[in-house]
């Protein structure tokens, strides 16, 4: 008997919804459960109004080069959230702060979801990211609470923040329908990732004080400094041409500029005004690196 057969039809309940990236699933009756799982907030991509017919092979094969770039990201925030959860719960964190960071974790499954169909829909290919996990700084000998602080920081205040902002700047540049109702679907679940942190981070310093404050300043430059490294990461081969654009590209040229601004607008103001030194991360993501490229 095929495994299947013991499955309620993955629909079930909801004529909109359909799976997204059938070949990552395992091919079990847990299946149904993911689909109830990725039902809850999901709203329906217009996955069949994608106008990828219309553009040239060398436009399809840079944003399918993206969106594997993007669906491996995702991929890695699997576990960075769940790597996370671990601190978190080590230091005892509120309730609401560890459901939240679990279910991040299961919306970044989803976002690696949507980013593999959108490979699909580019390339033809139904591609997996590379297996892999993301590394969080850790130090046994330190407090429970700076470790999970710093790592919040790193993921969450910072990473997560920045995504927001450079997801809504390309969502709003973006034409093709698909794109725009992916990218908007991911973005809305970024910006709850990022308030996790914040609130965690005012949480914890009005628990811990001058110690959570200096842990969160230690980490600084290093959270800032991750972010910058994917900002400057070479891009997969092809042009940005106006047609890539519309399907929610932009230039690695403009999204230096978003993170300067992202640093200078909202990073330091946030940190600042909880009491967290900002170091050198005005000169640091100034004019200069953002003109760099
Ligand atoms: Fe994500
Ligand atoms: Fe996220």
Redesign the pocket.
Known sequence: MNVHELDEPATTGDPTYEPTSPWWLSGTPLESEHHRLMRRRATPIPWAQTTAASLTDAERARLAGTWMRRSEA?YL?VSTFSVLAIDLVAAMAPADVISLCLRAGI??VR?AEMCMRMVEIYSGEQKLPPPGMSMLPDDPKRPKLHQALANTMLVSCVSETY?TTVLSATRDLTIDPTAQAVLTA?YS??VM?ARLGWSYLRHAIERGGQGVIDAAAEMLPRALRGVANVVERERPAGEVTPAVRDHGLMTPAEERVIFASCVREVLVPGFSALGIPVGTALEDYGDTWAHAA
């Open positions: 995702e925030a919306d970044e976002h995504a991911i679940d970024e990732h």
